[in-house]
């Protein structure tokens, strides 16, 4: 089927291509009728407009972007992203722009796609994920004037609008109610040490611990994958003095680990207590159910996707934080074992 054209529109409704350019723009030139004569016919056809002239009229590519440095195969196991993408595509799909998507297997990737995309205006913003320590990609992207919100922060955002949510608080809330317990030996597994956010929560986790006087506290850093999450949870359980409670930086790890546990024969609660990060379906369905940090992924999503949109059109934005972290405390914690 031939995709219909204003020429098609104007020959059904019997007037000029120009007027049904100034109907089709919302722009005067016509008459009321006329237009909504217009528009009907449009309707009619299934126009719609093409992004390519668009681009060529008024420089916008109609779409936004979003690198993922991951490995593929992880974002269909890992509910954190599943939900983010949700939410951008919530806000985008009612302004009817577009998500590109990209996933890259290293940094280098992910920086270079940058380039191309701005190259190509194939995007009119991106969304940065991942933060890093001295992150390249801020450097690049304010050298190329590209719009960008990065999703995290507020430390080593540049100058770049954030969306954020209060991590610190939110791990500060854990160490306390597994102190409140009775807990004085706890680890946590987190992710890699080169991100922003797991240095913010590692910071607060080793305040809080050292607040709370706790005997023994310590961080390893893992993937987020559940094999690495299950090996980090292999070599805490057998060590001469274990842990009693373990937090993880993701829920993928936190259910891995709780299948090493079992295999091990540690019991949850009774003997080890387990706390995810990220609340998630994954969560809920395991035996007994994690205790975990639940944060609205999706909220992030969209307010960084209103947030790049506006910022596209030219107006001021401000770094926008979310609704707080909470913890919902499920089956899998509980006092520590008597010595």
Request: proline share 5%.
């Given at each position: 089927m031939k995709r219909p054209t204003i020429t098609d529109i104007a020959w059904r409704a019997g007037v000029s291509k120009g007027a049904v350019s100034y109907a089709l723009n919302g722009r005067p030139g016509v008459s009321e009728p006329t237009r909504e004569r217009i528009l009907a016919i449009a309707a009619e056809l299934g126009w719609q407009p093409s992004n390519a002239a668009r681009a060529l009229s008024d420089g916008r590519?109609?779409?936004?972007?979003?690198?993922?440095?991951?490995?593929?195969?992880?974002?269909?196991?890992?509910?954190?992203?599943?939900?983010?993408?949700?939410?951008?595509?919530?806000?985008?799909s009612e302004k009817a722009e577009a998500l590109l998507l990209k996933v890259t297997e290293d940094r280098v990737a992910?920086?270079?796609?940058?380039?191309?995309?701005?190259?190509?205006?194939?995007?009119?913003?991106?969304?940065?994920?991942?933060?890093?320590?001295?992150?390249?990609?801020?450097?690049?992207?304010?050298?190329?004037k590209l719009p960008a919100v990065?999703?995290?922060?507020?430390?080593?955002?540049?100058?770049?609008?954030?969306?954020?949510?209060?991590?610190?608080?939110?791990?500060?809330?854990?160490?306390?109610?597994?102190?409140?317990?009775?807990?004085?030996?706890?680890?946590?597994?987190?992710?890699?040490a080169e991100f922003v956010h797991t240095a913010?929560?590692?910071?607060a986790f080793t305040a809080a611990a050292r607040q709370r006087r706790l005997d023994r506290v310590q961080t390893v850093h893992a993937d987020y994958t559940g094999?690495?999450?299950?090996?980090?949870?292999?070599?805490?359980?057998?060590?001469?003095?274990?842990?009693?409670?373990?937090?993880?930086?993701?829920?993928?790890?936190?259910?891995?680990?709780?299948?090493?546990?079992?295999?091990?024969?540690?019991?949850v609660p009774e003997r080890l207590s387990i706390v995810a990060w990220d609340d998630s379906a994954l969560c809920q369905l395991v035996h007994p159910a994690l205790t975990a940090v639940r944060r609205n992924i999706a909220e992030h999503g969209s307010r960084a996707a209103a947030l790049l949109l506006r910022l596209v059109a030219g107006e001021p934005v401000t770094d926008d934080e979310c609704s707080a972290p909470t913890l919902a405390t499920r089956g899998s914690t509980a006092p520590p074992p008597r010595a």
């Open positions: 590519a109609g779409a936004v972007g979003l690198v993922i440095d991951r490995p593929a195969h992880m974002l269909g196991i890992e509910p954190f992203f599943m939900q983010l993408i949700s939410g951008i595509e919530a806000e985008l992910e920086v270079e796609t940058y380039r191309r995309w701005w190259a190509e205006r194939r995007v009119d913003g991106v969304i940065l994920v991942d933060l890093c320590d001295d992150d390249p990609r801020v450097k690049l992207i304010e050298e190329l990065v999703i995290g922060g507020p430390a080593g955002k540049g100058q770049l609008p954030a969306v954020w949510s209060d991590d610190a608080s939110a791990m500060r809330a854990v160490v306390d109610y597994l102190a409140a317990l009775g807990h004085r030996s706890i680890a946590r597994v987190a992710g890699p913010v929560r590692t910071k094999e690495a999450g299950g090996q980090a949870t292999r070599r805490l359980l057998a060590e001469a003095s274990p842990p009693t409670a373990i937090v993880f930086d993701n829920d993928v790890m936190a259910v891995a680990a709780l299948a090493v546990a079992h295999e091990m024969r540690v019991h």
